[in-house]
C-alpha cells in the first residue's frame, strides 16, 4: 500500500463529510447523489477523493460510520430493540442490519440487549 500524504485541506474535508453524515444517519433515503450534493461536488469526485483518503469506496466508509454508530447506540443501551438502532442509522431491514453487524462485529446486535 502508498502512504498517503494527507493535506489540512483533506482533514477539513473529512470532517465534513462526517458531519454531513452524522446529521444525515437516521434518512434512509441519504444516499451518495445527495451526500455529493451537500459536498457540492460530483459522485465521480466523492468516489475518487474518499476512496484515496480512505481507502474504502463511498458505500463502504458510509456503512461503516453507519455501523459504529450502532455500535455506540448498543453499548449505551440507547435503544429497547435492535430494529430501533438499525433505523436510528439509517437501515429500514433490522435482518439486513444484523447480519452487516454480525459480520462486522462477530456478534449480533442483540447479544447487546
Known amino acids: 500500500?502508498?502512504?498517503?500524504?494527507?493535506?489540512?485541506?483533506?482533514?477539513?474535508w473529512l470532517t465534513e463529510l462526517e458531519n454531513i453524515i452524522q446529521k444525515e444517519m437516521a434518512n434512509r433515503h441519504?444516499?451518495?447523489?445527495?451526500?455529493?450534493y451537500q459536498m457540492a461536488?460530483?459522485?465521480?469526485?466523492l468516489f475518487r477523493k474518499v476512496?484515496?483518503?480512505?481507502?474504502?469506496?463511498?458505500?463502504?466508509?458510509?456503512r461503516?460510520?453507519?455501523?459504529?454508530?450502532?455500535?455506540k447506540l448498543l453499548e449505551?443501551?440507547?435503544y429497547q430493540t435492535v430494529a430501533e438502532v438499525s433505523y436510528a442509522v439509517g437501515f429500514q431491514d433490522p435482518h439486513y442490519f444484523s447480519k452487516i453487524y454480525k459480520g462486522q462485529f462477530g456478534v449480533w446486535p442483540s447479544e447487546y440487549l
Not at 1 to 12: G, I, P, S, Y
Not at 30 to 36: D, I
Not at 41 to 45: A, L, P
Request: hydrophobic share 35%.
Open 1 to 12: 500500500a502508498q502512504d498517503v500524504k494527507v493535506t489540512d485541506a483533506d482533514l477539513f
Open 30 to 36: 441519504f444516499n451518495l447523489a445527495e451526500l455529493a
Open 41 to 45: 461536488t460530483s459522485e465521480r469526485q
Open 51 to 62: 476512496k484515496e483518503l480512505t481507502g474504502r469506496t463511498p458505500n463502504k466508509y458510509l
Open 64 to 71: 461503516d460510520l453507519r455501523m459504529y454508530a450502532a455500535k
Open 76 to 78: 449505551n443501551y440507547s
